[in-house]
């Protein structure tokens, strides 16, 4: 493959000729053609013939020494062909005027060759007993290749002179079908009129007296005298000796001719198919920076220009696809900041052209709620541009720790968060980091003199359906089902107890250590429209080190507390969270329990059961 060079011109239209289009940085050429190795085997084999002719001659077996005679012109001739094809790939690559001169020269050079390679072969050969097989194999080679060459220069005077004319590859073929056959023919009434003339001369002479009467022919099968050539031509039977003669030779010489024309009539065809061929493979392997050369008949050079186009034209509809794809690449990522992507992997939908009014899975699922702690007024005090403005700063703090723990932002509900974990230890994780976050965009605050945020978050976990739901025009993702609902409202709860994260007794039961938490039982709550009450625990990690470090010291006496009110022993539980109250003066569970006791006054109703209903949602 020869590089080409990088035209970046764009093709106007799919009707545009290849000459006019964009061609790719690479050109594929006909490949240079192998070199031909030594022909080894027709060597071996014309040495072993020409002794077996040898010795075969000496002995006098003359029916085996003419097979020696046989096979070792079958072997001179293909030695033959061999020089002639070597001599053709020589000229290849030369001009094509020096390329037709010489390959019409080729067969007079190698006829001129046939008599001092006859001589050279035949003293060797009579020294050692055998006029035949060498000289025999020695002119048959030279009028082989001679013959052959006959046949390249028809096709080569075809190819650089008739080519100008004749342009379709069809008419090229039988164009060069007739020339071989008429060459042939008139070679051959040339010949037999030639024969014809010195035989007649050779009569005259030997009845003149200026030749002798008994000299011999050896045709090889039979020996030719004097006397009965004389009567040959004297009876009129010398032209059918010729004819059959002349008809020998011509067959002789059509069939190299013929071989050799249709040898690189085929050649010039695969010359031409083996850039189509190698461009297909690489087309097929996606690679379209490339092009055919145009070139060759007309057959071949529209055959390449309809190649060259058609890979033009799938370039750029490939192209044309990829930034389609991008762009639906682009459009799905933009939807999938409003719709999450685990969302649709959830539902198994690859995008949301896939999703349906319905589709829905049961799952179980951890689900949290985040809420800014009094933001209604503080969106008062900044007014609706600065109050937008604060919230995308607390969202942007908040979801890379949702994200990093394998949970997905189902809903942004103003200051509020509703996010979805495949499991509890990763929504209290993410819980945790947003509450180390929100210390970060805190401080941020600080330096540009606003208020700090204070947020509550609650988990719950449980099975609830995750789907769509809406009418024809508009859709909308959620989940629906108790638990989802029991987040929301343990997300509430933070306010009653002053805490920063609350998890229910659902989700405690699905960490898979609590214990490497530092969490205390808060309360055990009925929620209002709840049958079951549930516990209710405060993750005290999230808490400022000061902080957690007294509530964790602390969690012993608090949970002794806690038992005693839930078992009605009030005085018991006001000493034990008065004396809580004066170590933790801002521990809101604490001060909580005791304006509990303080309300119940000592005395315990008569359906005491130590929990807690709660009549707000």
Not at 46 to 63: C, H, I, K, P, W
Not at 267 to 278: A, F, H, S, W
Request: net charge negative; with cysteine.
């Amino acid at each position: 493959a020869t590089p080409a060079k990088d035209l970046a011109t764009p093709a106007k239209d799919l009707a545009t000729p290849a000459k006019d289009l964009a061609p790719p940085r690479r050109l594929l050429t006909p490949a240079s053609a192998a070199r031909r190795p030594w022909p080894r085997a027709a060597l071996l084999v014309l040495v072993v013939a020409l002794l077996f002719g040898v010795v075969t001659g000496r002995g006098g077996y003359e029916t085996l020494n003419l097979v020696g005679r046989v096979v070792a012109a079958v072997a001179g001739c293909a030695v033959g062909a061999w020089l002639e094809q070597r001599l053709f790939q020589r000229l290849l690559g030369s001009h094509p005027i020096l390329r037709l001169l010489a390959t019409l020269a080729a067969p007079i050079l190698f006829l001129a060759l046939v008599l001092p390679l006859f001589v050279l072969v035949t003293v060797p050969f009579a020294m050692l007993g055998d006029r035949g097989a060498g000289p025999n194999a020695a002119v048959l080679a030279g009028f082989w290749a001679a013959f052959m060459a006959f046949g390249t220069a028809t096709m080569v005077f075809i190819d650089v002179v008739v080519s100008l004319l004749v342009r379709d590859f069809r008419s090229r073929v039988q164009l060069a079908v007739i020339s071989l056959l008429g060459a042939v023919l008139a070679m051959s009434w040339a010949l037999l009129l030639l024969g014809r003339r010195i035989a007649h001369e050779i009569v005259t002479r030997i009845q003149a007296g200026d030749l002798p009467a008994d000299f011999e022919i050896d045709l090889g099968f039979d020996k030719l005298r004097g006397d009965d050539f004389v009567q040959l031509v004297q009876a009129g039977e010398a032209d059918d000796f010729l004819a059959y003669g002349i008809v020998f030779v011509g067959m002789a010489m059509a069939l190299p001719a013929v071989l050799s024309a249709c040898g690189k009539l085929a050649d010039g065809v695969m010359e031409r198919l083996n850039p189509l061929t190698r461009a297909i493979d690489e087309v097929t392997q996606g690679h379209l920076d490339l092009r055919v050369e145009e070139a060759g008949s007309r057959d071949f050079r529209h055959l390449a220009e309809g190649f060259n186009r058609m890979v033009v034209s799938l370039d750029h509809t490939l192209q044309e696809l990829d930034r389609n794809n991008r762009d639906l690449a682009e459009l799905n990522r933009a939807a999938t900041r409003f719709v999450p992507l685990q969302f649709l992997q959830l539902l198994d939908r690859d995008s949301l052209r896939d999703v349906a009014r319905g589709d829905q899975i049961e799952l179980d699922l951890s689900i949290m709620f985040a809420d800014i702690r009094g933001f209604t007024t503080t969106s008062e005090r900044l007014g609706p541009e600065a109050t937008f403005a604060l919230i995308n700063r607390f969202l942007a703090h908040m979801e890379p720790a949702i994200v990093t723990e394998g949970g997905f932002i189902n809903e942004f509900m103003g200051d509020g968060i509703m996010a979805l974990f495949h499991s509890a230890d990763g929504a209290v994780r993410a819980a945790l980091a947003m509450l180390r976050a929100l210390d970060t965009l805190n401080a941020e605050l600080a330096e540009d003199g606003q208020a700090p945020l204070r947020i509550g978050i609650g988990i719950n976990s449980g099975s609830l359906m995750l789907g769509t739901i809406g009418g024809r025009e508009r859709l909308s993702c959620t989940v629906i089902g108790d638990p989802a609902n029991t987040a929301s409202r343990t997300e509430g709860m933070t306010k009653l107890y002053g805490a920063g994260l609350l998890i229910t007794e659902a989700t405690h039961a699905r960490l898979a250590d609590p214990d490497q938490y530092w969490l205390r039982d808060v309360d055990c709550v009925q929620a209002k429209g709840k049958q079951q009450p549930m516990i209710v625990y405060e993750v005290l990690d999230g808490e400022p080190p000061s902080r957690r470090k007294a509530r964790t010291a602390a969690a012993p006496r608090f949970a002794e507390g806690v038992t005693q009110y839930r078992e009605g022993r009030f005085e018991a539980a006001r000493a034990t969270f008065a004396e809580l109250a004066a170590e933790l003066p801002d521990d809101g569970a604490v001060a909580l329990y005791l304006r509990r006791l303080a309300a119940l006054d000592g005395r315990p109703p008569a359906d005491w059961d130590g929990v807690t209903r709660l009549d707000q949602k």
